[in-house]
């Protein structure tokens, strides 16, 4: 469904000559064509799932935020703009994010649910919030968070 959404949101805004949309859309529609190749080369003739293509897109916010800080020291203004932009498009795709507030309760609700005690048990947490809050969460921040509930 988000993949013919994509798409569908790629023919208009060709059709209105708004030229980040188009540039913007264009470079997801080539990373999620990347990672189809990449998956029926593993035997999955479908493609990636929904899923699998939040958590592409919140990888491709992830970069331009580290790319914007990189542009900002380096004085190039324009640059930095211009990821921005296309944060804000590739955000225009994704559920709601949950505030900083609810990843960390999140994280407390599922440290009890899967009666996690140490630092140990970080990887299954964090493998469970993947699976059941994919993009919609930043996992750098929720990493952040199981860390210093469990540490």
Do not use: C, W
């Not at 030229?19 to 990347?34: F, N, P």
């Not at 190039?76 to 296309?86: G, S, T, V």
């Amino acid at each position: 469904m988000l993949r013919t959404q994509l798409t569908d949101a790629l023919k208009t805004a060709m059709k209105a000559r708004q030229e980040r949309a188009v540039s913007t859309l264009r470079l997801i529609l080539a990373a999620l064509k990347d990672r189809d190749i990449a998956a029926r080369g593993k035997g999955n003739q479908e493609g990636i799932v929904d899923d699998e293509i939040l958590q592409m897109m919140q990888n491709m916010i992830r970069q331009r935020r580290d790319s914007i800080a990189l542009y900002e020291q380096g004085g190039r203004a324009e640059l930095a703009q211009q990821e921005a932009e296309e944060i804000q498009v590739i955000e225009g795709y994704l559920p709601k994010q949950l505030s900083e507030a609810e990843i960390e309760q999140a994280a407390k609700d599922l440290i009890a649910e899967l009666k996690a005690t140490g630092i140990k048990d970080m990887g299954r947490v964090m493998g469970a919030l993947k699976q059941r809050h994919a993009g919609r969460m930043d996992f750098a921040k929720a990493g952040a968070a199981v860390k210093k509930l469990l540490g």
